[in-house]
């Protein structure tokens, strides 16, 4: 890691000296190509040196966090995140932008250990970045970590629809069904106009071919978002 920050280091310098006369844009431009052809220390320096030049530039913050992760730099991405705060980029705009960098760079495998490290380093941060981790273990279909960041997040807000859902669709990943169906019944009991809750349950049963149960939450829904489908699966 010590090679890796001396590198930037003499790169930034250079960067300094060399594109101090540049438009800024061409920097930018220069700097995405540097990105795209993964050569990271190229790409750190550069993006590195716009937010020197703009640090109210947002944009520029995520794939300088993800060059630095690339490079193996385990403290210039929480520099850059706190940075980014700052100047003012919000939590979840600045993660969101560092997921797409990651993707874009085939190095989704950083984002997840990002997020654990930002939690750690702030721990005012707690919440949002367990939001995000929450929204991560669902794009992955995760079970398990639905189950831990879905109860993390109802810790704070125990009749959110939101997150019943959640820690019920974790329960289903995990093959507890039972405990899904009282998750999103207990769901109900808070908001019964819930779509999500009421699919969910009408589909359960349907399925489990229990079509007396599944009637009553098909026929809600289906008052709420009408459907082909939904008369369908009424009508049998």
């Known amino acids: ?12 310098a250079s960067a300094l000296a060399l594109m101090a006369q540049l438009p800024y844009d061409e920097t930018s ?3 995405a190509r540097a990105f795209d052809a993964a050569e990271w220390a190229t790409a750190s320096a550069l993006y590195n040196f716009m937010i020197h030049e703009r640090p109210d530039d947002i944009s520029a913050y995520a794939p300088a966090i993800v060059a630095a992760e690339a490079m193996g730099d385990s403290i210039r991405p929480m520099q850059l995140l706190t940075q980014s705060l700052q100047y003012g980029a919000s939590v979840d705009s600045i993660i969101s932008l560092v997921r797409q960098s990651s993707f874009k760079a085939a190095r989704p495998q950083m984002f997840e250990p990002f997020l ?28 398990p970590a639905i189950v831990t960041y879905a109860r993390t997040m109802l810790q704070g807000l125990p009749t959110s629809a939101q997150f019943l859902n ?8 995990c093959g507890l069904p039972q405990k899904a169906v009282e998750t999103w019944t207990e769901c109900l009991r808070h908001h019964p106009d819930n779509l999500p809750a009421l699919l969910a349950l009408g589909n359960y049963y349907t399925i489990n071919n229990r079509h007396d149960q599944a009637l009553p939450f098909l026929t809600r829904a289906f008052a709420i978002a009408p459907t082909p489908r939904l008369q369908a699966l009424i009508s049998r």
């Open 1 to 12: 890691m010590k090679k890796a920050v001396l590198a930037l280091t003499i790169l930034l």
């Open 29 to 31: 431009r220069k700097a």
């Open 116 to 143: 654990l490290e930002a939690k750690n380093a702030n721990p005012w941060l707690r919440r949002p970045i367990d939001a995000q981790l929450l929204r991560w273990a669902e794009f992955r279909h995760d079970g």
């Open 166 to 173: 959640a820690l019920a669709q974790g329960y289903m990943l």
